[in-house]
């Protein structure tokens, strides 16, 4: 997640039941190359040590002891003034009501009334607490211009009642960090990103398919919906799971099993699109017949019939133009010149090309190989993982994109 690199992001932990969580967030920070501040109220102190995120932070924890403290503890102004983000994670309906009603009372609250900086608000709480006349104008009141709240997941709660008030996964609340923090250079921008195998059924239990995961459309999608994309994803059968929308309308997965209904999901998801992202590896082949059921072992035939699967961008063509349409090439040899044919053959206008085989090119594992574009030189691209990829990518998309100030030339 490239917007919180090298980023000063102040994580405030409040009394919840939720607040062992927090490290996981910090963590995660951290990870993405964060510098991470910690502020924790007397009530979260309570639940969680003070000295567990001075371990993972690796910075000096302000506590309220430190707010009444005036021989050179952690002053609220030098913290609200060396935050990029501030990120409450979990969020109390008692600290909620602080920020609503400008209070600065304990060193958390004093440093976000003392910032400018956007804040992130994770309330985690008891259904009937969250869904309570009193925390609900309380949210009301906030400044919309700066806190961005990111609402409870609904499911089992510590009091064994199910309902909203979860806190949610710590993945989810670094990706609404980064997108709080921005830049969001895609928002106005819809992009199409086609992900995942497709598998063709030969009887009930047994297909063609590939070894795709998925995940090189999937962190392009997660990706491009940070940056503020609105976001349609078409996604073939894979256990990686899709991004989580931000709101309605920011990402809509459709999930598919055949090419076929993957060229219909991508048809549908055309109109009033900017982009279209085809990363993925649809099945070239189906069984020229299907069996109704299940054949037994003795019955199999010993040759398979096969016929073409739709070519999903040829089928598409007419519908794409003014579109910016990005594809991908996985080669076992000569990758570059095989993906520029590909290129020119498909009329894209920008292609990646990686190597595949042994153990590249599928799964969780780091990406390289050539990004060729039709009017540019071919760029190099070091192995990265498919995270840093997608962003380095939609780079290059919104290059050529005039809503975001490109050119489609
Ligand atoms: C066991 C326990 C669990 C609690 N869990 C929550 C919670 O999940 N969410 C919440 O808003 N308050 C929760 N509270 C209440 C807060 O701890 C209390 O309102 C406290 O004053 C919050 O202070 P703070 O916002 O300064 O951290 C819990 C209290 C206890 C004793």
């Not at 000063?8 to 510098?35: P, S």
């Not at 608000?121 to 949210?139: D, E, G, I, K, R």
């Not at 086609?194 to 063609?208: H, K, S």
Request: aromatic share 4%.
């Amino acid at each position: 997640m490239r917007a919180l690199q090298d980023r000063t992001i102040l994580l405030g932990i409040t009394g919840g039941i939720a607040a062992y969580k927090a490290g996981y967030v910090a963590r995660g920070l951290r990870k993405a190359g964060a510098n991470v501040r910690v502020v924790m109220t007397d009530a979260a102190t309570k639940f969680v040590g003070p000295v567990t995120f001075e371990a993972l932070t690796e910075n000096p924890v302000g506590t309220d002891a430190d707010f009444f403290h005036t021989g050179g503890g952690v002053s609220h102004v030098e913290i609200a003034r060396a935050s990029d983000l501030i990120v409450i994670a979990p969020c109390t309906a008692t600290t909620l009501a602080r920020l609503a009603n400008g209070f600065a009372d304990n060193l958390l609250s004093a440093v976000v009334l003392a910032s400018r900086a956007p804040v992130l608000l994770v309330p985690s709480m008891h259904t009937q607490m969250w869904q309570s006349h009193a925390v609900q104008s309380n949210l009301a009141r906030l400044d919309p211009a700066r806190f961005r709240v990111m609402p409870p997941e609904a499911g089992d709660l510590a009091s064994g009642d199910v309902g909203p008030g979860r806190f949610p996964e710590p993945d989810d609340i670094l990706e609404r960090a980064a997108a709080t923090l921005g830049p969001r250079d895609l928002e106005g921008v819809t992009i199409v990103v086609t992900a995942g195998p497709t598998r063709e059924p030969m009887d009930p239990v047994r297909l063609i398919t590939n070894p795709s995961t998925g995940r090189m459309g999937i962190e392009i999608a997660r990706a491009a919906q940070v940056r503020g994309a609105r976001v349609r994803l078409v996604l073939g059968p894979t256990e990686v799971p899709p991004p989580r929308p931000f709101d309605a309308g920011s990402m809509a997965v459709s999930r598919v099993t055949t090419t076929d209904q993957m060229l219909e999901a991508t048809r549908a998801a055309l109109p009033g699109a900017n982009a279209l992202v085809m990363a993925a590896a649809p099945a070239d082949q189906r069984p020229a017949a299907v069996r109704p059921a299940k054949s037994r072992k003795r019955d199999l035939p010993t040759t398979l019939g096969l016929e073409a699967t739709p070519d999903i961008l040829a089928t598409l063509r007419p519908a794409l133009a003014g579109l910016v349409v990005m594809g991908f090439a996985a080669e076992t040899d000569d990758v570059e010149a095989s993906g520029r044919r590909k290129l020119e053959e498909k009329g894209l206008d920008l292609l990646f090309a990686n190597p595949v085989g042994g153990d590249q090119g599928f799964g969780d594992r780091p990406n390289e190989g050539f990004l060729i574009a039709r009017d540019r030189e071919t760029q190099v691209v070091m192995a990265r993982s498919k995270a840093d990829l997608a962003d380095l990518l939609l780079d290059r998309l919104a290059e050529r994109l005039p809503a975001c100030g490109g050119t489609t030339a």
